[in-house]
């Protein structure tokens, strides 16, 4: 199993520009997470998702969007970047409903110029 | 609503020491817990978790964590700590019917040689 892949590792965008992080799993987990890290932080819930087709919004989802074709994959969009959607994000996913853990994926390193 | 609390952003410690890393959580229902860690430029890594039980829980690396429900914390623990324990530290919190977890801001451990 590869896990959690995330791609790009890292990228640089300009302020207006748009982009869609990539998320996969191949563990055939329902839940995944989309969640940014700060510095002094921790980590920031932006979006998540239960299963195919279903999505919701965590604590910080102005400036994203989501979507979940399929149970592997979950991207999460950028419209309009600006300088405050430069962070790390994280991908995340569980198994289902019940005490499970969350694996998460490498991350992406975004800046915002 | 939920939330958890880590008091300490540093915490340092000579290699063969103890260490410990606080953790507090506030839930209205009961908790799910866990610790992950976090080494430079990767994502978090699941380290143990309480679900219910015997108190102590024991994971992975030599870590161990004891709940205490009186005083709504989840420490982390380790009896002799070694230099490749050196990483970022969170606390996560669930309560039992919700599908998001919660994050500490995280704590800094060094262990020097």
């Known amino acids: 199993n590869a896990g959690v892949t995330q791609t790009p590792k890292f990228r640089i965008l300009k302020i207006g520009q748009s982009m869609t992080l990539q998320c996969a799993q191949d563990m055939n987990h329902n839940y995944m997470y989309w969640y940014r890290q700060d510095p002094g932080m921790g980590l920031k819930l932006i979006y998540y998702s239960v299963g195919a087709g279903i999505t919701d919004k965590g604590e910080v989802p102005n400036g994203y969007n989501v979507s979940r074709s399929t149970t592997e994959d979950f991207p999460l969009r950028l419209e309009l970047a600006a300088p405050s959607q430069t962070s790390v994000y994280f991908c995340?996913?569980?198994?289902?409903?019940?005490?499970?853990?969350?694996?998460f994926g490498p991350g992406t390193r975004l800046t915002v110029t | 609503a939920q939330s958890v609390a880590q008091p300490e952003d540093q915490v340092n410690v000579a290699e063969g020491n103890p260490l410990t890393v606080k953790c507090t959580y506030s839930v209205s229902g009961n908790p799910y817990l866990f610790w992950y860690v976090q080494y430079p430029n990767r994502g978090l890594q699941f380290l143990l978790k309480?679900?219910?039980?015997?108190?102590l829980v024991k994971g992975s690396y030599g870590f161990e964590a004891e709940f205490n429900k009186s005083q709504t914390s989840f420490h982390l623990k380790k009896p002799s700590a070694l230099v490749s324990d050196s990483a970022l530290y969170f606390c996560a919190v669930r309560e039992v019917r919700d599908y998001k977890l919660s994050f500490g801001a995280g704590t800094t451990v060094t262990v020097r040689a």
């Open positions: 995340a996913s569980r198994l289902t409903s019940g005490a499970y853990e969350q694996y």
């Open positions: 309480y679900i219910t039980g015997d108190n």
